[in-house]
């Protein structure tokens, strides 16, 4: 029975459905709702239209409905459960199997049994709109998300992609493997296909949810450009921007696309933060000018099998890389909650499986209940700002295959342009030439580098705005030689009236130099150019490689702002009274970071508190700041592995009922103006007294979880 009392400092928090437009933490699933799987979080992504035995799509979605949460919709654009299509079910054709993505030797490149990766021909663009979406609408969801735009770089040979060929270019199909020129168009086509595929069917979502009184939104969940350039796949990203039917991005970002191996100083290996790091800034760059919404995702495990001490630790990696960015505070908490928690995965040093361990859930809870109160904030990550990388869609043309002996070992001409920068501790913006149209792009830069050797300029006016940033102030850091093979691929610079030899002649002309400019450093208005003639990738392969490129961009940097970069192996923000830090490895110091105050730990699952935290080379950090508790009359759960609801706050008394997944272990701190005099959870009496922590004011309960909720009342 629950304590009845006089309500004097606060409301009670009734449990509603959300509006789902609203949500600020979101999850996918394509299974109904689960004991072992209720995380909480404000809205679900329920996945695909698929009906399951002895429940259809409707149901699935009316058993998350009926426990509050709010209702949107996720599936695949490049491939799905579409059988129905594939098979002739549909529409009675029953050659759709040709539009699958197909490699040189024949082989399909799908996602599974009857699940091809797609290229997306008018026919299937049609089947999603009439089967799935409208479906999805007459259901009442008015958020829609539709994930992985996914063109295979490898693909490109089946008749489907053929004729689309035809169709785009009025020419015949060429092998992508022939040319450079062959390459780049192929990817250009691929590229354009998913961009057209996205704009018609979300077009339709919101003219169809018009005709039905709704506002539907419609959102793209898809992999940063870094690493679909990096994984050698084609699919829209920056160029999204210029949609009006597109309301906002999901990045997704996670262990398993963060792990993927780069160079730097010559050696290859797994930079998990910062290639999060950069992934999600290269992602909020995207849609920063737009101020679309963006949601981060992490991912607790990934989709390749390793231990959970290898999971925990890239966890921690990816989720500290996001909280960086403190001008994003929505979130996908994770995806495939039935694969987290009742997934079996090895034990470190054994040969044995189990599912997913109590202190890893319980921390991991802990961790995600933060973003439910995590806020935009206006601090910065620490460090020099202001200087940025330019990138182009067009990585994505020229990764696959190589041609002419030039080759871009792991995508080393980018890394060879970032990693530099952020192992000295500065926070690298990244900045998309899409975007360039938008004043506010090049805003709050100072120094943006470039080069030509990983990308090319799709449309020539990105050239005079940079120009004319430069003239304004700017500093603009050319790197490369100009020898790759795509510097003649057939593009505006050498087709009537221009016949230039590579882009960056075009854009050197502009700024008032000789088309190939010597190495040097040159005043163009307000601004300065400076080249640098070294392929950016040598700056990453060469153990020494990135010490003149190093010296150009800080010896730049002070000229143009008149301050000196700031040298650190470490980035450290406070948001609100959350703290996220990391330490670089490969730095300029391996020397700890330490951080002193009164805090408690998110990392551990006891939620210890601690007056000082060291964080090592290669480590990251979250905690509380105990000392930004402002309202110190007042009781209130800081953190927990749990969702907290009804709470009701009396004279000298706090309740609150606590909600997460069945067999799983909460941990919460609880703040109290005084020392409690009475706990009960669940009607049975607590024992505070070693739970207790005098110097924080909080008491610390533990207890079983259940998604009904579990009652704690605290009296003092």
């Known amino acids: 029975m629950k304590t009845i009392f006089n309500i004097v400092l606060g409301l009670a928090c009734v449990a509603e459905t959300l509006n789902a437009q609203d949500a600020k933490t979101i999850f996918q699933t394509a299974e109904p709702w689960k004991q072992e799987t209720d995380i909480r979080a404000d809205a679900v992504m329920v996945y695909g239209t698929v009906d399951k035995p002895n429940m259809t799509f409707e149901q699935r979605i009316e058993s998350w409905r009926k426990r509050g949460y709010g209702i949107q919709f996720m599936t695949g654009v490049a491939w799905g459960d579409y059988q129905d299509y594939f098979l002739g079910k549909w529409d009675g054709v029953t050659d759709h199997l040709r539009e699958g993505q197909r490699e040189k030797n024949g082989a399909d490149i799908s996602h599974g049994h009857l699940i091809p990766y797609v290229v997306p021909t008018e026919s299937f663009i049609r089947y999603m709109k009439e089967k799935q979406i409208k479906r999805v609408i007459d259901a009442g969801i008015t958020d829609i998300y539709l994930e992985e735009p996914e063109f295979w770089m490898r693909g490109g040979y089946s008749n489907a992609f053929k004729e689309e060929w035809m169709n785009y270019y009025g020419t015949p199909w060429q092998d992508q493997q022939d040319s450079p020129d ?44 870094i690493n679909y350039t ?16 597109v309301d906002g991005y999901i990045a997704q970002v996670w262990t398993g696309t963060s792990r993927e191996p780069n160079y730097f100083k010559g050696v290859r290996k797994e930079r998990v933060f910062e290639n999060a790091f950069l992934e999600y800034g290269c992602m909020k760059s995207m849609t920063a000018p737009l101020g679309r919404k963006m949601y981060f995702l992490t991912d607790p495990i990934e989709d390749r099998a390793k231990d959970w001490t290898d999971y925990k630790i890239n966890y921690q990696a990816t989720f500290a890389a996001q909280l960086m960015y403190s001008d994003v505070d929505t979130y996908e908490v994770m995806p495939w909650p039935d694969r987290i928690y009742q997934g079996l995965y090895d034990i470190a040093g054994t040969d044995k499986k189990q599912r997913i361990p109590r202190d890893y859930s319980t921390q991991m809870q802990i961790m995600i209940n933060t973003l439910n109160d995590i806020k935009v904030s206006d601090c910065a990550v620490s460090g020099t700002h202001g200087i940025g990388v330019l990138m182009a869609n067009s990585m994505m043309f020229q990764r696959f295959p190589n041609h002419d002996g030039y080759d871009d070992p792991s995508f080393s001409s980018f890394y060879g342009q970032t990693l530099p920068l952020m192992k000295d501790g500065i926070p690298v913006e990244i900045v998309h030439m899409e975007n360039l149209p938008f004043k506010q792009t090049l805003a709050d830069v100072k120094v ?71 190495a040097g450093k040159y005043t163009v208005g307000k601004g300065k ?31 143009v702002s008149g301050e000196k970069v700031e040298l650190k192996n470490n980035f450290v923000v406070q948001r609100g009274a959350y703290v996220i830090a990391a330490v670089l490895d490969e730095s300029i110091s391996s020397k700890p970071v330490q951080i002193k105050g009164l805090y408690i730990d ?105 998604p009904d909720g579990v009652e704690v009342n605290v009296k003092w």
């Open 182 to 225: 062959a390459t780049y168009l192929s990817n250009k086509l691929k590229y354009w296909l998913y961009y057209r595929a996205l704009d018609e069917i979300f077009s339709y979502a919101k003219e169809y949810g018009k005709s039905k009184g709704l506002e539907v939104k419609c959102y793209v969940p898809t992999h940063s450009l």
């Open 602 to 706: 998110l990392f551990d699952k006891d939620l210890p508190v601690i007056s000082q935290k060291k964080i090592n080379s290669g480590e990251q950090a979250y905690l509380y700041d105990l000392r930004k508790i402002t309202e110190k009359s007042k009781a209130h759960v800081l953190c927990g592995a749990s969702r907290i609801s009804d709470e009701r706050l009396g004279e000298k008394e706090y309740s609150f009922i606590a909600k997460s997944p069945l067999n799983t272990t909460n941990v919460s701190r609880i703040y109290l103006p005084s020392v409690p005099k009475e706990v009960m959870i669940n009607g049975e009496h607590f024992d505070w007294k070693s739970n207790w922590d005098k110097k924080s004011s909080t008491l610390l309960v533990r207890f079983e979880n259940n």
């Open 230 to 245: 990096s994984w050698q796949i084609v699919s829209p990203e920056a160029s999204l921007a210029s949609l009006d039917c």
């Open 448 to 518: 943006l580098i470039m080069s030509y050797s990983n990308m090319k300029p799709m449309e020539e006016r990105y050239h005079q705005m940079l120009v004319d940033w430069v003239k304004n102030g700017g500093a603009l850091i050319y790197c490369g030689e100009d020898i790759d093979p795509y510097q003649q691929v057939p593009e505006w610079w050498n087709k009537s009236p221009y016949a230039y030899h590579s882009p960056s002649e075009h854009l050197f002309e502009l700024a008032g130099l000789d088309r190939k400019p010597a």
């Open 529 to 559: 150019i400076q080249v640098i003639r070294r392929d950016p990738k040598y700056f990453a392969l060469e153990p020494d490689g990135n010490k003149v490129f190093k010296e150009c961009v800080y010896s730049l940097y002070k000229e």
